[in-house]
């Protein structure tokens, strides 16, 4: 297989699994994320197990940046089928009383403007590959949970409306949209909550690995196959 993947927020958690997972099945992985090691890091997973990876650094929030790293994987490999936008931002301060309005604008640029940003670069080779964009949402992006941030929440649900619009409007190109959900996941993540869970209750969370496969799925499906909305939680998952 020749196909190419983009992966942003892939130096950690669940955007490092779903790279993982599809280099395993022969995808060609560009991973991005803002720390280089850790870039590095998932790369040196990739080909060791006999995949093939590039590291691409960027700060999503950063439209030169993005474009630059887009450029830089087509300049590599010619082409691009898949995005899996895994990058995101939350912060402790998550009520009407405690948040500030600068944390506000970075989580929404972070969790929605930059995914549209990556999607809008990215859309005329998608258009020609018939692509496909896996946008790594939340549970919080399926059913409005105020408790996970105003910001966060709100610039989570508003990716169902990435989501379906580029469907009803790129569908005649071939293009396929994914709003994965997951619920709890034990990544790194967790340490942006106010209360971090403690061991015992990340045991009972889903892993990055399960959401990797999920999104292997989805990016594997036929071309005439569209997996619109995606909600993936733990058993435990309130
Ligand atoms: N863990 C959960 O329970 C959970 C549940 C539902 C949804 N989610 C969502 O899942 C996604 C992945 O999170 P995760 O749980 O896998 O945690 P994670 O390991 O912390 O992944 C977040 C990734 O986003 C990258 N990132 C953040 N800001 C960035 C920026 N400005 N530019 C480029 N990259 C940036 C981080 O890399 P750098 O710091 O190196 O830039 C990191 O690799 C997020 O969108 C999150 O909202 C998480």
């Not at 297989?1 to 950690?12: E, F, P």
């Not at 993982?20 to 590095?40: M, N, P």
């Not at 439209?63 to 082409?79: C, I, S």
């Not at 989580?107 to 940003?117: F, G, S, Y």
């Amino acid at each position: 297989m020749d196909k190419v993947l983009w992966v942003t927020g892939g130096g950690s958690g669940m955007g490092a699994a779903a790279a993982r997972h599809a280099a395993g099945q022969g995808w060609r992985v560009a991973i991005s994320g803002r720390r280089e090691d850790a870039l590095a890091q998932v790369a040196a997973t990739i080909t060791a197990a006999g995949g093939e990876a590039l590291t691409v650094p960027l700060d999503v929030t950063d439209p030169e940046q993005v474009r630059a790293a887009h450029d830089t994987v087509l300049q590599q490999w010619g082409r691009l089928d898949g995005l899996v936008l895994s990058a995101g931002l939350n912060n402790p301060r998550r009520s009407w009383a405690d948040q500030n309005m600068d944390d506000f604008a970075r989580i929404v640029d972070t969790n929605l403007v930059a995914i549209a940003r990556v999607i809008d670069v990215s859309l005329p080779e998608l258009r020609q590959r018939q692509g496909v964009v896996v946008v790594i949402s939340s549970y919080a992006g399926w059913q409005v949970s105020p408790m996970a941030g105003v910001a966060y929440s709100a610039s989570k649900t508003a990716l169902s409306s990435v989501a379906i619009s580029l469907n009803k409007q790129e569908g005649e190109h071939g293009v396929r949209a994914c709003h994965l959900c997951p619920g709890d996941v034990a990544t790194e993540f967790l340490q942006q909550r106010p209360n971090v869970p403690d061991a015992a209750a990340q045991a009972k969370m889903l892993t990055p690995e399960d959401i990797g496969r999920a999104v292997l799925f989805v990016l594997d499906s036929p071309s005439h196959v569209r997996i619109d909305e995606l909600v993936i939680s733990p058993v435990s998952q309130r």
